[in-house]
Nanobody, 115 residues
Framework: QVQLVESGGGLVQPGGSLRLSCAASGFTFSAYTMYWYRQAPGKERELVAAISPASVNTNYANSVKGRFTISRDNAKYTVYLQMNSLKPEDTAVYYC????????WGQGTQVTVSS
């Protein structure tokens, strides 16, 4: 029943911007912390950002702090990742994840930053 569907990835030039979306269904979205992770080729999956159920708290990896913003719209059952000033090292598959005792993951969306 739980579904997480990422969208918004694509090819962008260094310095560009992109907004990712994660559409959630099958659970009480407003009750869960949501996360964005990413995984580059040959690298382990790493936490990018997190947001608490009512958007009171956010957390970011140092590598993206000041450039990325996580947000959510509980009425739309959607979590977003606004990515600005993109760098080639941001190239990865980006995944949405639900918190709680069991981790549900989306299928991921590819972000490629290249000139």
């Amino acid at each position: 029943q739980v579904q997480l569907v990422e969208s918004g990835g694509g090819l962008v030039q260094p310095g560009g911007s992109l907004r990712l979306s994660c559409a959630a269904s099958g659970f009480t979205f407003s009750a869960y912390t949501m996360y964005w992770y990413r995984q580059a080729p040959g690298k382990e999956r790493e936490l990018v950002a997190a947001i608490s159920p009512a958007s009171v708290n956010t957390n970011y990896a140092n590598s993206v702090k000041g450039r990325f913003t996580i947000s959510r719209d509980n009425a739309k059952y959607t979590v977003y990742l606004q990515m600005n000033s993109l760098k080639p090292e941001d190239t990865a598959v980006y995944y949405c994840k639900r918190g709680g005792q069991y981790d549900y993951w989306g299928q991921g969306t590819q972000v490629t930053v290249s000139s």
